[in-house]
């Protein structure tokens, strides 16, 4: 078996020019694409006012729009039913729930007296894995943010851009997410991860230019659905536990602070609290590894940030933690430097650090033994830090 091959992006568009064409008998006058993202490593803090390492992978939602000289917007995909829009009203959430994205990014323009949206007919076309944690619902708001900046002709700064499709998920999806796809999927670079301080909402870019290194994402096939309530509940938790600690911000949080918890609520939010301030250190210290290329570093930093979120955070399940055991099993004598999950847990996805010579070994043998110990066939695939939202 070889390393799961993506529709390249200039396919996706052929596609998207396609399915206009066969749904509303039009060419595209407006293009945009969006990637998904993983994260390095800096998991669950990026609403602790945490710092994440995230990159922008190759694999896109793409949205091909033109004017239909109405007040409404008609967009479909090659899955989904057609989905009419008014554009003439404040929107409100309804069904379809993955249009909810959509009516968030709208009201946020509204919001923002970018308003009305001419009419448009729009469709979209994916190589996107949807539930795998790799932010496809960031990709989608990214695009469609977007195709309505061409269609009002308008340009956002790319953080404004990304805050308002993060209050878009906030109001519409009911999913109170942190700062970190957003960022990621608008601001990724080529060949670069993206550090994000999520307090104060800087970035930087850390290069990843060695051809020697392969990122592996590897689907577990366990689907996720951050609108249940474990995700909330973890928020809630990591509120409650600073609101015990007497701090203003996580940032301020040390190790011996942790203590004066340890035995609240059995325990769970001391757990809850050392995985956030370990994982702020790690991220730290790996976005310096990542500088120094000391990636064996940089690997067992990855490890230690998988065994916090499975022990302390409680977001993992037996299928990430068989992926992740899997990978370290191979070690850094086969070419792996070091393994987690991605995202926000309960299903979804690894990301897996090795040698590039290795990397199609590597996977082969992930998908096999995971297959036989699952029942499970994964979707693996490498990708390197690609380039964020953009018109074409």
């Known amino acids: 078996m070889t390393l799961h091959e993506n529709e390249s992006l200039t396919e996706l568009v052929e596609e998207a020019r396609a399915l206009l ?66 554009l003439q009203s404040s929107p409100q959430p309804g069904a379809p729930s993955w249009a909810n994205y959509l009516r968030g990014i709208l009201e ?11 009419g448009f007919d ?41 805050l308002l499709c993060q209050q878009a998920e906030h109001d519409f999806a009911g999913v109170p997410c942190g700062i970190m796809d957003q960022f990621a999927c608008s601001l990724g670079q080529r060949d670069h991860l993206v550090l994000i301080d ?22 577990t096939m366990v689907s ?17 536990a600073l609101k015990l600690l007497g701090k203003q911000s996580w940032r301020h949080v040390l190790p011996a602070d942790l203590e004066v918890i340890e035995t609240y609520e059995d325990g769970t939010l001391f757990r809850r609290a050392l995985h956030v301030v370990s994982e702020i250190t790690r991220t730290k210290k790996a976005a310096k590894a990542l500088r120094d290329k000391e990636y064996a570093v940089l690997g067992s930093l990855m490890s230690a940030s998988h065994q916090s979120l499975r022990d302390d955070f409680e977001v993992s399940c037996p299928e990430l933690d068989l992926m992740v055991e899997l990978a370290d099993q191979i070690g850094p004598a086969g070419g792996v430097l070091g393994s987690r999950m991605t995202g926000g847990g309960f299903g979804g996805s690894t990301v897996t650090l090795c040698h590039s010579e290795r990397d199609h070994e590597i996977s082969e043998h992930l998908s096999k033994a995971y297959e036989v110990q699952s029942g499970k066939s994964p979707q693996i695939f490498a990708t390197r830090p690609a380039q964020g939202a953009r018109l074409l």
């Open 122 to 162: 729009a469709v979209i076309t994916s190589d996107l894995p949807i539930g795998a944690g790799l932010s496809s619902s960031a990709a989608l708001e990214l695009a469609f943010a977007s195709i309505l900046e061409s269609m009002v002709q308008t340009v956002l700064d790319p953080r404004e851009k990304a």
């Open 21 to 86: 064409g066969a749904c509303y008998q039009k060419d595209p006058s407006h293009l945009a694409a969006a990637p998904g993202r993983v994260n390095l490593i800096g998991e669950h803090i990026d609403y602790c006012d945490g710092l994440v390492l995230p990159l922008a992978i190759d694999r896109h939602i793409v949205i091909a729009a033109t004017p239909n000289g109405s007040d409404k917007a008609r967009i479909r995909s090659r899955k989904d039913s057609e989905v009419v829009l008014c």
């Open 198 to 219: 999520c307090q104060t909402h800087l970035t930087e870019l850390v290069p990843f230019d060695s051809r020697d290194l392969s990122i592996l994402v590897a689907n």
């Open 108 to 118: 946020g323009f509204r919001l923002r007296e970018i308003w009305p949206v001419p």
């Open 224 to 240: 996720h659905d951050l609108a249940s309530g474990e995700y909330r509940k973890r928020r809630e938790e990591t509120d409650r």
